[in-house]
Nanobody, 122 residues
Framework: VQLQASGGGLVQAGGSLRLSCAAS????????MAWFRQSPGKERDFVAA????????YYADSVKVRFTISRDNAKNTVYLQMNSLKPEDTAVYYC????????????????WGQGTLVTVSS
């Protein structure tokens, strides 16, 4: 499966963005999906994950309540709605796919998109 992340950009603190991860090659319904992010000089961190049926979702503590992960298997797309953005949310956001169970462990994900940059100004 190939993943294409989009929707990043520059936004003021308190604003919102919606990231999209479009899958091609194979239907996204076969995969658990997740978002990770990497800030300059830092390691890549888990943000949110969703199971194949969307029955289970997981969030990093830092984004709970503010971010929502969802999926539209008919459109072969996964989304990350980000509200109440903070400057510390500034990072490159990556989507990832795992053909097995949903997990927060980035090393379990086999397929990765190219990343989309989110910049939150104060």
């Amino acid at each position: 499966v190939q993943l294409q992340a989009s929707g990043g950009g520059l936004v003021q603190a308190g604003g919102s963005l919606r990231l999209s991860c479009a899958a091609s090659g194979r239907t996204v319904s076969r995969y658990a999906m997740a978002w990770f992010r990497q800030s300059p000089g830092k390691e890549r961190d888990f943000v949110a994950a969703i199971s194949r049926s969307a029955g289970r979702v997981y969030y990093a503590d830092s984004v709970k309540v503010r971010f929502t992960i969802s999926r539209d298997n008919a459109k072969n797309t996964v989304y990350l709605q980000m509200n109440s953005l903070k400057p510390e949310d500034t990072a490159v956001y990556y989507c990832a796919a795992d053909p097995d169970v949903v997990t927060t462990d980035q090393y379990e994900y086999d397929y990765w998109g190219q990343g989309t940059l989110v910049t939150v100004s104060s």
